[in-house]
Structure formats: structure tokens, C-alpha cells
């Protein structure tokens, strides 16, 4: 059973008995909102272009955050904890219950086989808690791109949560130097570095040699060079 459904599941248990027929939907596909008795929120038509938007493009940056803002308020909002009605909510608790709506309508999208920005929103949320499981979704995001583009967001999410390791890990068994966006190349040399694995940095920067547009890597390679050497040197000092 996937989160959405068990999140359906979880509302409807904990609704009133006179409330469940109201709450009742007829099923759903990928890219559309779910359709229900009850009034549809005030910003439902911006809701619907947005998933349908994301059905053409399931990788439309740009739509899947609108929706994922729209989704997260809405979790928030409407969050009461048993036993808590009329009560303030703590703020962890809004925290978790927007972050399970993101985690519902990421996993919904990346049921596309082309969808791979969705993936890497999943890794984002399970990084901390399932590492691995993050890991495979960043490895399936790459292998479903053959732009790159999937590849740099995972590189750098990695890097921004302090794991520099498995970024290299992701980056070696998927980065193809040759066609993949010369950013891909720029987060794999500063993670070897941040790493302190100044020779695997090197060789990422020499294999930036192999793009075809070296007019971008040209200032690309020198600011890396100066990042490496700069490394060098304050390990050497210490």
C-alpha cells in the first residue's frame, strides 16, 4: 500500500462516522486530483493545471514545488492530533504531517516512468532516515535522465547534507563526462574534495577534458584547479 493510500486510510479511520461517506473518493490516477463529495478547496482550478502540468512533464520543476506548497499548507492546516482539537499544534507535528503530503504526492509522480525530479524529492525526505533507500532513488533518478540534470540535483543534495562520500558513489556510476550538463562534473570535484580525496579529484577534473563545449569548461576547470590546490595546501599546513 503506498503513502497516499495509507494516508486516505488514516484520515477516513479517524473521521466521525458521519463524516466517512463525505470522505469517501472514486479513485484517482497520476496527475490528477483526487475527486471527493466534499467542496473542493479555494484553490482547487490552480491545483488541477498543476497536475496536469506535471502529467505532460512530471519533471516540471517548477509545477511539482507550486503543487508540493499547495499540498504542504493544506497538511498543515488541516492537522489536529487526537485529542488535541482546538489546541495548538506543535510546530514538529505540522512539520511532519506537510512533509507526508510532499512524500504522497512525490511518490504518486514518480509512478511515471520518465519522472525522475519526483525521485530525487524522495530522497531528499528518507536521507535521514533511510540512507540506502534515498541512495537507490538517487541512482534510479539518474539512470531515468540522460541529460544530467537528475544527476547534478543529486550530487548536490548530497554535498548539502554533509555526505560527500556517497555523492562520489552516485556520481562514478553514472556520470558520463561526455554528454552529461558540466555541472555534474563541478559537484563531483568538490565532493572528492570535500572528502579529502584529492587524487579522485584530479581525475574528475581531467575527465571534464572529455565534455564538447570546453568554451564552459575552460573557467569551470581553473576555479576547480584553484579550489584543489587551495585544499592542498591547508592539509599540508596542517
Known sequence: MGILDW??????????????????????????????????????????????????????EQAFDELAEIVRRRAAEGHVPEGRLGQPVPPADLER??????WALAEEMAGNPRAWH?????????????????LRRLGTAAERDPSGRALVE?????????????????????WRPREHD????????????EAGRMGEARRHLDALGLHPDQGRVAPLRAELEREINMAERKRTST
Open 7 to 60: 494516508l486516505r486510510r488514516k484520515v477516513y479511520a479517524s473521521a466521525p462516522p458521519s463524516l466517512k461517506p463525505a470522505l469517501r473518493t472514486v479513485g484517482t490516477r497520476a496527475g490528477l486530483r483526487p475527486r471527493s463529495t466534499l467542496r473542493p478547496p479555494v484553490d482547487a482550478a490552480r491545483e488541477d493545471r498543476l497536475r496536469l502540468r506535471l502529467h505532460d512533464d512530471p519533471n516540471d
Open 97 to 102: 504531517a506537510a512533509n507526508d503530503a510532499v
Open 118 to 134: 519526483p525521485l530525487v524529492e524522495l530522497a531528499r525526505l528518507s536521507i535521514r532516515d533511510d540512507r540506502e533507500g534515498a
Open 154 to 174: 543529486g550530487l548536490a543534495m548530497l554535498r548539502e547534507v554533509g555526505l560527500p562520500d556517497e555523492a562520489l558513489g552516485l556520481g562514478v556510476g553514472h
Open 182 to 193: 558540466v555541472e555534474a562534473g563541478r559537484h563531483l570535484v568538490q565532493a572528492a574534495v
